[in-house]
């Protein structure tokens, strides 16, 4: 179509909301650059006349865009397409990466035994029943139903000694880690000495807030705490005592001793990290160390292994003394969703949670079971180690052979870790041989399992 | 019951699981203090026969809390608890405050309106449908189903111009900010320019990050953003072009093609807080600023005012050469929630958010015409001030008079906010008189809305 006065607008309109489509149609001009910077446009009058459309729609749409800075109006100039910068236009997203044939790596990306029929059921109960005040800004520090349910059940599960007051409920346990270094800086610690191996998304969220982090050898007794004597700059340990990870052991008593003796004789503080405490598969699992000694543990949970990362749901426990500073640095606003909280609430509170745990548990036993088969009878030197417990387990591997299991495993499809990746970088060189594989049976699907096990047996000396 | 050897213990037996019932019938003995440390246990094979159950369930009771460290056990001096420190009992969490009668402040704790039964049936939609991958940790910086909605529905409705690599959630404006904040530091910029009326917990986020914040100005023409010339040292603005907060104006023309060739002249980045776009009620909404220049300008959205804080879902639309710094700020696991953020794709794109904004909008409007035919007729200097839009409307009062009104609203049970609450404290104290009230009108329900109107009649001059 051609405009008698100005440029030709070359406008497509569609559909019946003629200003809306006017608008959109010029604003679309002016961004592609059909319409450069100056171009003088059409009066409205003979705009209006060769659309066939009123001219007070091509007036508004007109004053729309010189309030929207596309267009300017002066007195005397008529109106003119405003000086911008030309974007660029998008990009097709990338591909993202292949997923390998048999994912076993630990912190796989799928999940697939999220329980969505038990957990929409708790969401339509727990949203349906919320009172109006339930979907605004909430209390920072976490919605009471969700702190009142979990301190109960963490109690009766894992002998915690939590008070709901103390319960603050967090993003993971990784967002979690980051307020309370936040919240030790403030109380002058700015030490914490974390497990020779772990995991090194923890150790950046620890570095980013400036907090040294030197390591604590690690050995089939757990994290060697005595050490912590001799490192007087650190003010806290970070620690895995119910399944040490990824090695799998569990603190052994007298360590669980040692490093309360030593939180109290220094006023250090143990930030235990008690990931995946409800699956223990050979006995009961053991209590957190919290239980022992309320005032001196950060205790860390997380729904990302009992239900599915996906949740972003996790909680700690913080010592009465520690609660400002943490209250302070998870901020005036919560960042955790709130209907997610609800829902776990109810999810806790009808024995759904119960329900799930009990039915993994009992799937991973057997999974578990299954990959000692396929690992017993090997090469000398490769055997399952740790625990029974837990979602990955530890394969160990004759000295200097990690690189080339985990080359054939590539080579196969088959998605594992190598136990070196998870060890600290500034980690004692002289450290006995480690060479083992991580591999974690819990989030890949019953129907792929017995392939990917298959796939693990082709690949161990 | 009395055991034969050692203390009495006093245990109660519940249910059938025995083992599980003594170890917590037992730890709780410990816990309250009832056995004190270094008392001696029963032996095993005492207790057992006391309690009649087989010493193999008390022995593994007795080891499981020696593994969890609330019992010694040490050849020679049989079982004995543990040395460890007395915990506070629990206190009953304080009351909350009680909310007033009739609640209008901005940011009020209730918000009736969530659409309750639509949210779950795009969450049973969402979740049914979601492949299992979606239950891992996901992409940090958001779902990219949710990011590719976005991606168009905010084209659509607020201009803006958004390839989905662009597209960051988070957790609401404020998390976003934080975000920004970070990142730009790291670009070395760390004074943001702020309005001199606005949220103090923005201003806090920012100076969490160590950022300074002067204050711009606010007049009937928004932010006068012709001082950031002399502002040397600002490298960025934060503003709300589309609807001043709380002061109701929009950025006239003329300002908004001045900042953004202040950001092109000198490097600088606009951070336009978007929140309350999608509501205005005399016309169309004007689009965002980010549309006219995406290279220079950081755009924030939010679900917080057009559906519920409670979704703690928001996100920003951030430049090409930003991107790697917001990602890093963002961290490597993503903290928001990962089924809200399905849910709301669907929401999005089944076209019940467009619904859900356009049954409020008529709501919001009719209220904030009821709302003006309350304040019409009062005291000289008594009326509504800024723009037909937003969930907050000011109503400006006489010089002097911002403190008794508010002292006569809270006499009556209602809540409202003083403008004087978002100055700036470093803002201009020279600044002319600005007594008025902050009204609220989209939080509260429908049956509650006339009787707060009607008190809010009351206690105006």
Chains 1, 2 share one sequence.
């Not at 749409?61 to 000086?83: F, H, K, M, Q």
């Not at 939180?263 to 050979?282: I, N, Q």
């Amino acid at each position: 179509m051609l405009a008698k006065a100005g440029v030709d607008l070359h406008l497509e309109l569609h559909g019946t909301r003629l200003r809306a489509g006017l608008t959109g149609a010029l604003r679309e001009a002016v961004r592609s650059g059909r319409l450069a910077p100056g171009t003088r446009l059409p009066a409205t009058r003979a705009l209006a006349e060769d659309l066939g459309i009123a001219r007070s729609t091509v007036t508004e749409c007109y004053e729309e865009l010189v309030a929207e800075g596309w267009l300017n109006a002066r007195r005397g100039s008529g109106t003119r397409v405003a000086d911008r910068v030309q974007p660029r236009r998008p990009k097709p997203a990338d591909d993202p990466a292949p997923r390998p044939q048999h994912d076993l790596e630990p912190g796989a990306a799928g999940y697939a035994d999220f329980p969505r029929a038990p957990w929409l059921a708790s969401a339509k109960r727990a949203v349906g029943a919320a009172p109006h005040t339930a979907f605004g800004y909430g209390d920072p520090l976490g919605r009471i139903e969700l702190r009142t349910a979990l301190s109960e059940y963490l109690n009766r599960v894992r002998g915690v000694y939590a008070d709901p007051a103390h319960l603050v409920i967090t993003s993971g346990v990784h967002h979690g880690l980051g307020i309370a270094a936040r919240a030790l800086r403030t109380e002058g610690i700015d030490t914490i000495a974390v497990e020779a191996f772990g995991l090194d998304i923890y150790r950046a969220v620890l570095h980013d807030e400036n907090v040294d982090i030197p390591p604590l050898m690690v050995d089939t007794r757990g994290a060697r705490v005595s050490d912590l004597g001799d490192m007087v700059e650190a003010g806290a340990a970070l620690l895995t005592p119910a399944h040490q990870f990824p090695t799998g052991y569990a603190l052994a008593p007298e360590r669980r001793a040692h490093v309360l003796e030593w939180a109290r004789r220094t006023g250090g503080v143990v930030l235990e990290d008690d990931y995946d405490g409800e699956f223990r598969y050979d006995r009961r699992p053991i209590g957190a160390l919290q239980g022992l000694d309320p005032d001196h543990v950060v205790y860390f949970g997380t729904a990302s292994k009992s239900i599915a990362p996906a949740l972003r749901l996790a909680w700690m426990v913080v010592p009465e003394r520690l609660l400002p500073a943490v209250a302070h640095a998870k901020g005036r606003v919560d960042t955790v969703s709130i209907l997610d909280q609800l829902t776990l609430s109810d999810f806790i509170r009808t024995g759904a949670f119960d329900r799930h745990v009990r039915a993994r548990r009992l799937v991973y036993r057997r999974r578990r079971d299954e990959l000692a088969a396929a690992v017993a009878g090997r090469t000398t030197g490769v055997r399952l180690v740790g625990m029974a417990a837990g979602l990955q387990a530890v394969v160990s591997l004759p000295a200097g052979t990690e690189a080339r299991v985990l080359g054939a495993a590539s080579r196969h499809g088959l998605a594992v870790a190598g136990l070196s990746e998870f060890l600290h970088p500034a980690a004692d060189p002289e450290w006995p041989s480690h060479d083992a594989i991580v591999v974690n049976f819990a989030s890949i699907s019953d129907s792929a399992w017995p392939r990917a096990v298959a796939a693990l047996r082709g690949i161990l000396p």
